[in-house]
């Protein structure tokens, strides 16, 4: 009887080998490859069609690509600051759909800009993008109307100074 | 003596189990179990083999073994002589050169899990360009676009945002698994 019962043990044990071998398999798919950081499809649009100039994580060479870090959302304070966003040239030019640059603009200016976006801003949706970026501005001098937009966001919205920084001789010399 | 009704609980389970199972029935069962197990594709390795076929050229040929070869899998959209051959790593430049902070960003497809993931193409500036082999003179497309489009540009010498815009070679840095 004992030899029976033992039978019967191993019987229920018959898929054990089974689990082992498909455990082993992943575990050795897992150890084999670095941990490598898995990206959220925005994130990945955001890397592809920005995060090239302004970095993975906003910042760059601050004077030559603005930093976006706990910044970008402090445009959202002026309507011409949230329109100037999307109406920017490389993005309004970008091959994203409307849908996507939504969420790739949300991402950079909620996400990104850290707590900068002014409490409870809307998040951009494909319509106000699409309408957006069909009036880029391509025919102003760009630094300037940036800096416009910049000097009145610090001198009448709390922005910090930071906001300047762009367009300052990027090499410093 | 009383027998504990737990004991009689496992005792009817185990007469139950041997009433509908045999030794042979086991090695019937696991052999089974072997021969059907390819079927499913349930581990990650038969999901990789299910995954689309490779797109271009250099999908077709790309190696994850020497990263001194312009065929290494993170070089698919690649221009230039690489760091590897540099005293440099794949995703390191060689002593006395900078990593640029910008760079033009795209995606390779790894060979082994056959899976797309974003690479960071940056140079390394501030020495007289490397004078490496021919064979480590690469010219990587993949998803590169026309200079109109100079985010996604390989030609580009992405050094101008350095103190040195002198290019002294490339590298390509793992920057995550495309979602």
């Given at each position: 009887m004992a030899r029976t019962r033992w039978v019967d043990v191993f019987a229920q044990l018959q898929w054990a080998p089974l689990v082992a071998v498909a455990f082993g398999m992943v575990l050795a798919a897992d150890l084999k490859s670095e941990p490598v950081k898995s990206l959220r499809p925005v994130q990945g649009d955001y890397l592809l069609n920005c995060g090239g100039c302004h970095g993975f994580n906003g910042v760059s060479n601050a004077k030559l690509v603005p930093s976006l870090k706990d910044l970008v959302g402090y445009y959202l304070r002026t309507p011409e600051g949230r329109a100037y966003l999307p109406r920017l040239p490389n993005v309004a030019f970008s091959t994203l759909s409307d849908q996507k640059l939504a969420a790739v603009l949300?991402?950079?200016?909620?996400?990104?800009?850290?707590?900068?976006?002014?409490?409870?801003?809307?998040?951009?949706?494909?319509?106000?993008?699409?309408?957006?970026r069909k009036q880029p501005l391509n025919e102003v001098v760009l630094s300037q109307y940036r800096l416009q937009l910049v000097e009145n966001l610090i001198s009448q919205h709390q922005a910090p100074a930071e906001l300047r920084v762009y367009g300052e001789d990027p090499l410093g010399n | 003596m009383r027998k504990s009704s737990f004991d009689e609980l496992s005792e009817r389970l185990t007469r139950r189990l041997a009433g509908y199972s045999s030794r042979r029935g086991f090695i019937a069962r696991l052999g089974m179990a072997l021969a059907a197990a390819p079927?499913?594709?349930?581990?990650?390795?038969?999901?990789?083999?299910?995954?689309?076929?490779?797109?271009?050229?250099?999908?077709?040929?790309?190696?994850?073994?020497?990263?001194?070869?312009?065929?290494?899998?993170?070089?698919?959209?690649?221009?230039?002589?690489?760091?590897?051959?540099?005293?440099?790593?794949?995703?390191?430049?060689?002593?006395?050169?900078?990593?640029?902070?910008?760079?033009?960003i795209g995606t390779c497809v790894n060979p082994e899990d056959k899976r797309s993931y974003v690479i960071a193409y940056r140079d390394c500036c501030g020495k007289p360009v490397c004078t490496a082999g021919k064979s480590c003179w690469c010219d990587g497309t993949d998803r590169d676009l026309p200079t109109y489009r100079s985010s996604l540009n390989n030609?580009?010498?992405?050094?101008?945002?350095?103190?040195?815009?002198?290019?002294?070679?490339?590298?390509?840095?793992?920057?995550?698994?495309?979602?």
């Amino acid at each position: 009887m004992a030899r029976t019962r033992w039978v019967d043990v191993f019987a229920q044990l018959q898929w054990a080998p089974l689990v082992a071998v498909a455990f082993g398999m992943v575990l050795a798919a897992d150890l084999k490859s670095e941990p490598v950081k898995s990206l959220r499809p925005v994130q990945g649009d955001y890397l592809l069609n920005c995060g090239g100039c302004h970095g993975f994580n906003g910042v760059s060479n601050a004077k030559l690509v603005p930093s976006l870090k706990d910044l970008v959302g402090y445009y959202l304070r002026t309507p011409e600051g949230r329109a100037y966003l999307p109406r920017l040239p490389n993005v309004a030019f970008s091959t994203l759909s409307d849908q996507k640059l939504a969420a790739v603009l949300n991402y950079v200016v909620f996400e990104i800009g850290g707590n900068s976006a002014p409490v409870g801003a809307k998040p951009y949706d494909a319509a106000e993008v699409g309408r957006w970026r069909k009036q880029p501005l391509n025919e102003v001098v760009l630094s300037q109307y940036r800096l416009q937009l910049v000097e009145n966001l610090i001198s009448q919205h709390q922005a910090p100074a930071e906001l300047r920084v762009y367009g300052e001789d990027p090499l410093g010399n | 003596m009383r027998k504990s009704s737990f004991d009689e609980l496992s005792e009817r389970l185990t007469r139950r189990l041997a009433g509908y199972s045999s030794r042979r029935g086991f090695i019937a069962r696991l052999g089974m179990a072997l021969a059907a197990a390819p079927l499913f594709p349930l581990l990650p390795v038969a999901r990789a083999s299910a995954a689309e076929p490779p797109k271009t050229d250099f999908e077709r040929n790309a190696q994850v073994k020497d990263e001194t070869k312009c065929s290494y899998w993170k070089y698919c959209g690649s221009d230039g002589v690489l760091c590897s051959c540099c005293g440099g790593g794949s995703h390191t430049c060689p002593p006395g050169a900078e990593p640029s902070p910008i760079s033009w960003i795209g995606t390779c497809v790894n060979p082994e899990d056959k899976r797309s993931y974003v690479i960071a193409y940056r140079d390394c500036c501030g020495k007289p360009v490397c004078t490496a082999g021919k064979s480590c003179w690469c010219d990587g497309t993949d998803r590169d676009l026309p200079t109109y489009r100079s985010s996604l540009n390989n030609d580009i010498i992405w050094c101008f945002g350095n103190a040195s815009a002198t290019y002294h070679c490339s590298t390509a840095a793992l920057v995550g698994l495309a979602g």
